[in-house]
């Protein structure tokens, strides 16, 4: 079965700076794929980034990197240069790729920049 | 691209109504789309996945015949809380797979329950 441990339920970081939030994962597929959601006090859910398990390079997405390490079954989300707007709960998720494609989320991190 | 839309945002009920959710892609078609809920500072749990043109696959522990789900066009998912009560109450989001690898999510319903 798949799990998604997210091991830091809160953080805080100062504008501009850059921040690490943590995933791990535990799968015994070979093919799958980890997301990365920013979820601000409205509710929605907005995808940031996608890391297929045959990618060979880290995915990035403007300001957002995922450093992946396979061996280690980590997915961390690297946000540079930190803005205000980037306070919110951030959810690692998984995916098989074959089959039902049902994400499996980690419990979130959340994340206070502060000015 | 890619985006999901839901309806209604939230909404309050009595005990004992029934209440319908409506999840549309607008601008792809997705053939599976997935009904999730969130009560407050938790995590997504994932409630059922919702198959156009077949019965929904609900995860264990969801009571299918309270909450019905009916994927009748390739757009649309509807979720229907039927006799809510006030643990109904929580967050329900929808979501669905749009070209490439992304997965998208509605912005959400907010059921409330008196």
């Known amino acids: 079965a798949q799990k998604i441990t997210q091991t830091q339920p809160g953080m805080f970081v100062q504008e501009k700076e850059a921040v690490t939030l943590d995933c791990t994962y535990d799968?015994?597929?070979?093919?799958?794929?980890l997301f990365w959601y920013k979820q601000p006090s409205s509710g929605e859910m907005i995808f940031l980034i996608y890391?297929?398990?045959?990618?060979?390079q880290n995915a990035t997405e403007g300001r957002y990197s995922l450093n992946f390490q396979k061996a280690r079954k980590s997915a961390n989300l690297v946000i540079s240069a930190s803005q205000l707007g980037d306070s919110a709960m951030y959810f690692c998720?998984?995916?098989?790729?074959?089959?039902?494609?049902?994400?499996?989320f980690g419990t979130g991190t959340r994340l206070t920049i502060i000015p | 691209g890619a985006v999901v839309s839901q309806h209604p945002s939230w909404v309050i009920c009595k005990s004992g109504t029934s209440v319908k959710i409506e999840c549309r892609s607008l601008?792809?078609?997705?053939?599976?789309m997935f009904w999730y809920r969130q009560f407050p500072k938790q995590s997504l749990m994932l409630m059922a996945t919702?198959?156009?043109?077949?019965?929904?696959?609900?995860e264990q522990g969801v009571e299918k015949d309270k909450f019905l789900i009916n994927h009748a066009s390739l757009t649309l998912s509807t979720l229907t809380v039927t006799s809510a009560h006030p643990e109904d109450s929580s967050f329900y989001i929808c979501?669905?797979?749009?070209?490439?690898?992304?997965?998208?999510f509605g912005p959400g319903t907010r059921l409330t329950v008196l």
């Open positions: 979501s669905a797979r749009g070209g490439g690898q992304g997965q998208y």
């Open positions: 799968t015994s597929d070979p093919s799958y794929g």
């Open positions: 890391q297929g398990s045959y990618d060979q």
């Open positions: 998720a998984m995916r098989y790729n074959f089959g039902n494609e049902k994400l499996t």
């Open positions: 601008d792809f078609q997705a053939t599976t």
């Open positions: 919702s198959n156009e043109g077949s019965k929904a696959t609900y």
